[in-house]
């Protein structure tokens, strides 16, 4: 079946430009996860998406970043007046969520998006 | 709080054992394992939540111990395809957000 996706693969933005990422997370899966990954380093969490409930956004580094999640399906992570410590790979995730192990528990992570800010 | 990970980076030659390990200052949930090799996005490996259960890789183990907020990921007779970074991820009550800890370079010789 498809896994998650996401779009563009590589975002080549000047500074102060606003740019939109996308994720297409697995059909069914209540959670979503959005993640940055500067070179080389680890995963830092941006955001999460739980079903209905409200977002826990205490990842987002700044006002400047901002995301929705749209019918319980794809997400949009906007990033407004770039920097260029931006740049980055930005991880989506999602996951069913079941508490338990029957189904799914894991996340699937999309192949990101390289965002490269000059 | 983003968990502790050591060691940061580890260099076996094939066959040798490593373990990794992950704690936490908070009472967790569960604990999640993922391996990441270069260029790609990370893989599920294990997950062990409070109350013993687990689900995982067949070929890997990992233990939780609740007590200490604490969990190391084992790695025995180690093989090329091992190498990645190993990010272990922390949940601190169901269904709630998981945050990684800075990762586990691991390096297999032949």
């Known amino acids: 079946g498809a896994g998650v996706s996401q779009s563009p693969s590589n975002k080549v933005t000047e500074k102060g430009k606003d740019v939109e990422l996308r994720c297409d ?85 999309g192949p990101g998006t390289r965002l490269t800010v000059l | 709080q983003q968990p502790v990970q050591s060691p940061q980076a580890v260099i076996l030659r094939e066959g040798e054992d490593a373990v990794i390990n992950c704690s936490s200052s908070k009472a967790l949930y569960s604990v999640h394992w993922y391996r990441q090799k270069h260029g790609e996005a990370p893989v599920f490996l294990m997950i062990l939540l409070k109350g013993g259960e687990q689900k995982g890789h067949e070929k890997i183990s990992a233990s939780f ?31 709630s957000k998981i945050i990684f800890g800075s990762g586990t370079r691991l390096s297999i010789r032949p």
């Open chain 1, 25 to 109: 997370p697995i059909s069914g899966h209540t959670a979503l996860y959005w993640y940055r990954q500067s070179l080389g380093q680890g995963l830092e969490f941006l955001i999460y998406f739980q079903g209905n409930s409200a977002p826990d956004k205490s990842g987002l580094p700044s006002d400047r970043f901002s995301a929705e999640r749209t019918g319980g399906s794809v997400s949009t992570l906007t990033i407004q007046r770039t920097q260029q410590e931006d740049s980055a790979v930005y991880l989506c995730a999602s996951s069913s969520s079941s508490p338990g192990l029957a189904g799914g528990y894991e996340q699937f992570f």
């Open chain 2, 65 to 95: 111990n609740e007590k200490k907020q604490q969990s190391s990921l084992y790695l025995t007779a180690s093989q090329l395809s091992y190498s990645g970074t190993y990010f272990c991820g922390t949940e601190y009550s169901s269904a």
